[in-house]
């Protein structure tokens, strides 16, 4: 075994190497609704991680206690984030490890992406965090194999593609590739420094300049930079592809010409975005025209948006044969039915099924199932979806007026519990509205008509598609101050008045109504997506509303205009629930903890992911590398002009020499001989080989033979150009002179002043001494 390999890494390839790890866990966004709870803790573990590396390399421990002490770090800031005390204790370690058994049963239960209000769910993916970049810093860093380091990069990339089964926005693509191609030039300039003097001939004029043309830096990178380019250009050449293999965008490709349903509300915006009217579901009924043909229902309103909630898909539950009679239905409801025939198109990919609210029978297939709670349709396999599937079915069509509405008796109180539940951070001044706008009326439906009213008035809302995506509360406040929006956002606004006001409601995506084609079938497009609310009357089940506005949606279901009489109320138990308005009074709580079934396809401005706060951190990390490494730079840069510089050769090495002692905090003796300033920096020079100890080392000209000479060399060359008629020297082995010296003048000092030399060079304060000329000759700093 092998002690680190890179004890004396530079702390720039220390922070890229840190940076590029927290930046690859973006790509992780998908598994939560808000990424930055998992990145921020992130930050600070990767942070610690990589503070203990940059120590325990610099007292060269070996490799594997450098990888056991960064092993330790992390444990400390999980205990510290989930324990009961920031101090170890056994208590504590027990508390951080049921954290982690908790988390574990969460992701395992809930669907991506957990929704908002999901506590305990942070530890796993901060675990995985850190442990992931716990093997690219080993790789990167103590072993000094950044190739290797790649492949967990590539890991934590692919990750949420392989479960989520999503591509993950390209702008992470390349914040990886580029910190790994600056990890790579790092290293590889690290690896060769440390070869002995740069490349480059000053005889022929090559130079070898950062990325030159002869940097060994080049290769790795100039390869790196080719690949990311054939990523990212490849799928422009071969339209085949698309853009899939970054996300979702309007380039070439199969987006352009298909549906994806597989987050309702969330794909709704983008598709009704679209300026082509896309063929997607084509119908037969017995010449009635089929309106309000729905894909899902959201049923959980979380403050950040509506989801589907929770789905119960036993095999049982196959779309095959006669269904279960509706939710809240009354067996004396009188009721119609109509059959379906449903051809699906190609062009629409769903993992939800298209049905009407109510269906009697159904013979889609046992790929196909349904939660018995709320009796829309799921895929069993998230691989089988709706491109290309016929099926038939019956539609079951109550019978009601608003009068039978009206007279509703109380709903179901486990129904009024799940479905009139708010979150707890729901504005006031939403709840006020509502009440406003019901105030004084005596019935839910009377409620609901007011409701729909209110948003179908033209003089008050507008419809249209220019507002920003959402249905939270931010979205729901923003929209009704401004009251411009389209049918997401007033269906979202009308479920959340009518549980304000106790009424259960929920909100159903999928098209509004069909146009009747040549053979008289009739067929949805994608102009026809649509979202509505539905609201619970006890033996009537879930009843459907429209509150989008009529310069959108023409006409709304007949029983929601009629004019109702309201009879006394009777003393018994079956008169109407809304008799008593108090006892409606909506259930205000924390967000449901239901979870989304499947991950909302991410888009390019996924909401999801904190840009502002990810910016600002690289940004900061950036200047802060631009701090730590930029005088480095900025005097390496000088030396390399020295090189290939027009100064005499002889001038330029003590030039430089003259920095190398100011560097080391060493006062150079200008205004004296070369010879007499050779003599002071003689007493400066150390051992041939460095001293691990922090104290001053012993220095003086008989410490070092061979720096001695070289020295001499130096001095007699800058005499012999600066006082000789014609100099003779040429220079040529001047340079390895100055790395004798510097060697020795660096041994000369405690170990902490030739890193503060490397890293804080305090001749980069000074201006270069300019030569004089005498006789047409550059000369240096003094003659004599």
């Not at 995506?509 to 146009?515: K, N, P, T, W």
């Amino acid at each position: 075994m092998r002690r680190a390999a890179a004890a004396q890494t530079p702390l720039a390839l220390v922070t890229i190497t840190a940076l590029t790890s927290w930046a690859s866990l973006i790509a992780w966004s998908g598994f939560v609704s808000r990424s930055g709870d998992y990145l921020m803790p992130a930050l600070l573990g990767i942070t610690v991680t990589a503070a203990i590396g940059v120590l325990a390399r610099r007292f060269r421990m070996h490799a594997i206690f450098v990888l056991s002490s960064q092993a330790l770090g992390v444990l400390l800031v999980l205990n510290a984030g989930w324990g009961s005390s920031i101090v170890p204790t056994l208590d504590s370690i027990r508390t951080t490890a049921q954290a982690f058994v908790d988390s574990v049963d969460i992701l395992q239960s809930y669907a991506a992406p957990v929704p908002p209000g999901i506590e305990n769910t942070m530890p796993v993916l901060v675990i995985g965090a850190l442990l992931c970049h716990l093997l690219v810093d080993f790789l990167a860093l103590t072993l000094g194999r950044v190739p290797l380091a790649g492949l967990p990069l590539l890991v934590v990339y692919t990750l949420p593609v392989s479960i989520l089964d999503k591509p993950v926005n390209w702008i992470v693509f390349v914040i990886i590739v580029t910190g790994f191609l600056v990890m790579l030039a790092l290293a590889e300039g690290t690896r060769t420094n440390r070869w002995g003097r740069d490349f480059g001939n000053p005889e022929n004029g090559t130079e070898r300049g950062p990325f030159g043309p002869q940097d060994p830096r080049r290769h790795p990178v100039g390869m790196g930079l080719g690949a990311v380019a054939l990523a990212l250009l490849v799928p422009l050449a071969l339209p085949s592809l698309g853009w899939q293999l970054f996300g979702q965008g309007d380039g070439p490709g199969e987006g352009d010409d298909e549906v994806r349903i597989t987050n309702p509300m969330t794909d709704l915006r983008r598709d009704l975005d679209r300026k082509q009217d896309i063929p997607l579901v084509r119908v037969k009924t017995a010449g009635i025209r089929p309106q309000y043909l729905r894909t899902s229902v959201l049923t959980s309103y979380t403050g950040e948006t509506w989801t589907p909630g929770d789905r119960d898909l036993p095999s049982q539950n196959s779309a095959t044969g006669t269904m279960p009679p509706p939710i809240g239905l009354s067996p004396a409801t009188p009721y119609s039915s109509v059959e379906w025939q449903v051809k699906v198109l190609d062009s629409l990919k769903s993992l939800w099924l298209p049905t009407p609210m109510h269906v009697e029978e159904i013979r889609a297939g046992s790929e196909w199932r349904f939660d018995s709670t709320v009796l829309d349709f799921h895929s069993a396999d998230n691989d089988v979806d709706t491109a290309g599937l016929s099926y038939g079915l019956t539609e079951l069509v109550p019978e009601m007026s608003g009068d039978d509405l009206a007279s509703a008796p109380a709903p179901n109180p486990a129904i009024a519990r799940r479905f009139s539940s708010l979150p707890s951070d729901l504005p006031d001044s939403v709840l006020t509205m509502a009440e406003e706008i019901t105030g004084g009326l005596v019935t839910d439906f009377e409620r609901a008509q007011a409701l729909q009213s209110f948003f179908r008035d033209e003089e008050r809302f507008t419809y249209s598609l220019e507002p920003s995506a959402g249905n939270g509360n931010s979205a729901l406040e923003e929209f009704l101050e401004e009251r411009v929006g389209y049918c997401e956002q007033f269906a979202s606004a009308m479920a959340v008045m009518a549980r304000a006001v106790g009424i259960p409601a929920r909100v159903a995506v999928g098209f509004y109504q069909a146009d009747q084609l040549e053979d008289s079938s009739w067929e949805f497009s994608s102009h026809d997506l649509h979202a509505w609310p539905e609201l619970y009357f006890e033996d009537y089940g879930w009843v459907r509303f429209e509150p989008t506005p009529s310069s959108h949606i023409g006409s709304v279901p007949d029983y929601t205009s009629d004019d109702i009489v309201i009879d006394e109320p009777s003393s018994g138990p079956s008169s109407s629930s809304s008799s008593a308005p108090s006892s409606q009074a909506p259930t205000t709580q924390a967000p449901s903890a239901e979870p989304e079934v499947e991950q909302a396809e991410q888009t390019d401005d996924d909401s999801g992911i904190p840009w502002a706060i990810v910016l600002a951190v690289l940004l900061g990390m950036l200047l802060l590398v631009l701090l730590l490494v930029g005088p480095r730079l900025l005097r390496r840069r000088r030396r390399a002009r020295r090189w290939h510089g027009d100064l005499p050769t002889a001038e330029a090495v003590w030039a430089e020499l003259r920095d190398i002692c100011l560097d080391l905090r060493r006062p150079w003796p200008g205004g004296r001989s070369p010879r007499a300033t050779g003599a002071v920096v003689a007493t400066w020079f150390g051992p041939a080989a460095p001293e691990r100890s922090t104290r001053l080392p012993k220095t003086g000209p008989e410490m070092n033979p061979d720096a001695m000479r070289a020295l001499e060399e130096l001095v007699g060359a800058v005499e012999e150009l600066r006082y000789a008629p014609s100099p003779s020297t040429d220079g040529a082995d001047l340079w390895s002179h100055l790395d004798t010296c510097r060697v020795a003048l660096e041994n000369g000092v405690p170990s902490k002043s030739r890193v503060r030399a490397q890293w804080a060079p305090v001749s980069m304060l000074r201006r270069s001494e300019a030569p004089v000329v005498i006789d047409d000759e550059m000369v240096g700093d003094h003659v004599h």
